[in-house]
């Protein structure tokens, strides 16, 4: 995946858009990986819930 493609898929997301989210490099994921194909960490967690407003 290029610099570019990466960018775009970190600034086209809402924070709390996505279901799971690598704890090490933070880009979000709609189903459970076991294995982040951005930076090959293995903490992936399902997102907290935010406060209630």
């Known amino acids: 995946m290029s610099y570019f493609d990466r960018l775009n898929r970190y600034i086209g ?3 709390g858009e996505t ?3 690598c704890r090490n490099c ?3 994921f ?3 990986r076991q294995v982040c194909p951005e ?4 903490s992936i967690r ?4 935010g406060p209630l407003r």
């Open 13 to 15: 997301r809402d924070e």
């Open 39 to 42: 930076c090959g960490g293995y």
């Open 26 to 28: 933070g880009v979000g």
């Open 46 to 49: 399902r997102r907290e819930w």
């Open 30 to 32: 709609d189903e459970r």
């Open 19 to 21: 279901e799971y989210v």
